[in-house]
């Protein structure tokens, strides 16, 4: 008896007796009503509420503040027939009534109230790496432009944004949607222009959210901004492995990295750092750096060299960026002989997850090496009796003293 | 069983039924074996395969075409699944309702005795393993899928997929054998 016609049993054994319902959900799917795709950035369910504001604003001169802070550099930056007419840039004049707000993430986080002018209400830090760049500033009556140059200087002077961690998150609320996209994307471009002039080659993701209670409350009880609470929910959405427990740990740059590598079509670039912008939800200017990570060809070469195998003996060879357990790693799925392996490559160190360095036989197993082929007989079964399921998820535990990477986790903190 | 074609989400999406049912055809065993390997009774697996695929009908327009659209059925199947369990179903009253449905079997013709023989068997098979090891092995002797596209469902490190799917075909095989199976 054999694992193949064990296989084979427990399949016939479940298809004889799976209960015909076809006739019946048939007759059912009329009355069902299909969600739709919301027109909002998301890739899989997340429910969706609109909150009333009750707050009317003149129609004519909404603009739906979008991201955070600019710096003190003075009005008219604004050109083109974009730019609505408002009063003089500057602190002197009251500001208005609540028109949007945005939150600007790098690893400081900012979120900004602006009126329908396109000044800023207020400004607050959401972390405390924000409180330090906002200490100081006080950027109430400013035209947001301008103030958003403030905040994005002050973090390219305290260190916070540098080549290697070089994404800027963007994110856009406002009552009037329309208005909240336009701005959105006008000011990412903003931000990449006034970027181009520094030398780290930042990487601007701007987005606009939809007002969402559950964002918002997660967003609160982990202490975030709504702007990164939307991007986990959706990455979480996107792929079963990330819970939003565990992304909730990681910083912009990470979750960036993450983004821009997630599952999307088959044919568009996974693997290159820049994701198509979606038409009217979403900017996208320059590449989330991965200067922290091996490359993919790097984990490949790593996986292969531990399981004794040569490249051009690999085949179906997929390379992917996983978290896994709040650890960013590469996935390195390849067949050889008939087998499929699976070898997990921490992203940052190169090291085999678990596994212990050095040669190994293609065909002795090892902790996160898959090996599977049905047509092994009984003796060869015995190998893989194993009675130590309490190793397993030891290999995430990250308890290494000598392993200088836990460091660049405790850096980035949101 | 033919695979399921992404394609068909998307025109399901649209309302289209027929592409639903051979969604349903491609899904059905995998579906009902998966739900069962969870709720390990046939009146509730049979629930959960009812409400996943209309929960499958409903949200089709949210599925964003990545290449896994079992995985995706399944996720809905695992969640559904899981929410039964929790809706605190006692042993007592498990037993009692396998019991009923086999004696309700057994009143038909002499085909259903062995139908409910094999039902026995199989839940006899699938009584030794553990939790994971039941949903393990279910999922790879029906869906094709790999043990990483496994341990991605499951939320499970692939090492543990592996020794679990090993270590289950290995008490099944005993447990066959100890009813004199012979394969």
Known sequence: MNDKKINEWLKAQIEAETPDMLDTLMSELPKTEQVKASDSVQTAPIPMKRKKRGIPFAAAAVAAAACLVLGLIGGGIWGGSRRPEQSAAGGSTPVGALAASVTFDVNPSVKMKIDDNNRVISCESINDEGKEILKEMDLSGSDVVVASYAVVGGMLTNGYLTDATNSVLVSVTAEDKAKGEEVEKYLAQELNTYLEKSAIGAAIIGQYIDEDDTVEAFAEANGISEGKAWIIKQLAASNPRLTEDSLVKLSTQELMVLWTNRRTEKNSQAASGSAQPKKNQSSMYGTVSTKKYISSDEALKKALTYVGVKKHQARDIEVDFECEKGVIIYEVDFDYNGREYGIDVDAVSGKIIGGAPGKASTLKQKPGVEVDDDDDDDDWDDRYERDDDDDDDDRYERDDDDDDDDDDWDDDDD | ?183
Request: aromatic share 6%; glycine share 4%; no cysteine.
């Open chain 2, 1 to 183: 069983m033919t695979t399921f074609n992404e394609q068909w989400m998307a025109r399901m999406a649209q309302g289209d039924s027929q592409a639903f049912a051979s969604v349903y055809e491609a899904t059905k065993s995998s579906v009902y074996g998966f739900a069962l390997s969870i709720v390990q009774n046939r009146a509730d697996a049979e629930d959960v395969m009812h409400d996943a695929y209309i929960k499958l009908y409903q949200s089709a327009g949210q599925y964003t075409a990545q290449g896994k659209p079992m995985a995706y059925l399944l996720t809905i199947v695992k969640r559904l699944a899981y929410n039964k369990l929790r809706s605190g179903r006692h042993l007592a009253d498990i037993e009692d309702d396998q019991r009923e449905r086999a004696a309700a079997r057994a009143d038909h013709t002499t085909g259903m005795e062995q139908q409910v023989e094999n039902q026995a068997l199989l839940d006899m098979a699938l009584k030794v393993l553990d939790e994971e090891e039941r949903q393990i092995v279910v999922l790879h002797a029906l869906t094709g899928m790999k043990h990483r596209e496994i341990a991605e469902l499951l939320e499970l490190g692939i090492s543990t997929v592996l020794s679990k799917y090993r270590r289950s075909l290995a008490k099944m095989k005993n447990e066959l054998e100890l009813k004199g199976v012979s394969l």
